[in-house]
């Protein structure tokens, strides 16, 4: 796997990762709304299988979670390692669009470069990280 593909993978492993937590967040909250009801009647049939049911989704998730920050966790020391090997202007950049997903347009602000010259620098440190790895 090449230098800019790691680093995509990072990106999207991370992405992933957010999409699931707030997947949890949901159900998560659904779990929680769920409320008995006071009275004398007759208690609902399957009230507490979909509750177990929920529980069950919610630890299923958090397992499939697990798993993804486990892949994140051993991909980002491999890549913190190569980002180590560039110089401090292209480090920054690589951390900002990779680990902080940050667009183009706001690297070039932080950076104060135009959006062309980000590219520019961008390129330049994949090809310093292609060398070097």
Known sequence: MCVKDKLQEY???NR???QLENELLVIESRVMKVTP???????MKGYNDTLAENVGKMIELQNIINKNLNKL???KVEIET???KLPTREQYLVRARYMEKKTWEQIAVEMCYSWPQVHRIH???LRILEIKS
């Open 11 to 13: 990106l999207w492993i």
């Open 16 to 18: 992933n990762i957010e």
């Open 37 to 43: 009801t006071l009275s004398n009647l007759p208690k």
């Open 73 to 75: 966790y051993g991909l």
């Open 82 to 84: 190569l980002i180590n």
């Open 123 to 125: 390129s330049n440190a």
